[in-house]
């Protein structure tokens, strides 16, 4: 099974950018997954997760109210919509999954994707 991140990119401050992550197996299309980043010279830090059919939804509190995840089940997608980026929301950004839902636990979730670098910067 593998987790395919995509959609990062170079965007000006006040922009939008959505991330995907797409599961290689139709199993994983309803596991719990999360977004986490991780800055240069930084450690990694929670962004979101979200519960199996969007049945619990959690935000870092730095990007409450600017990024939006959803799942799209059909696609075996999840998505992450990030409006609003400042350029402290630089970072490589990666989806991860399991079984059950972690939250923001990094360590609890045993698949990850490669990770798609997003650069906000004029």
């Known amino acids: 099974v593998q987790l395919q991140a995509s959609g990062g990119g170079l965007v000006q401050p006040g922009g939008s950018l959505r991330l995907s992550c797409a599961a290689s197996?139709?199993?994983?299309?309803?596991?719990?997954m999360g977004w986490f980043r991780q800055a240069p010279g930084k450690e990694r830090e929670f962004v979101a997760a979200?519960?199996?059919?969007?049945?619990?939804?959690y935000y870092a509190d730095s990007v409450k109210g600017r990024f939006t995840i959803s799942r799209d089940s059909v696609k075996n997608t999840v998505y992450l919509q990030m409006n609003s980026l400042t350029p402290e929301d630089t970072a490589v950004y990666y989806c991860?999954?399991?079984?059950?839902?972690?939250?923001?636990?990094?360590?609890?979730?045993?698949?990850w994707g490669q990770g798609t670098l997003v650069t906000v910067s004029s």
């Open positions: 991860a999954a399991d079984f059950e839902y972690h939250g923001a636990v990094a360590d609890k979730y045993e698949l």
């Open positions: 979200i519960a199996r059919s969007g049945s619990s939804i």
């Open positions: 197996e139709r199993a994983f299309v309803d596991y719990p």
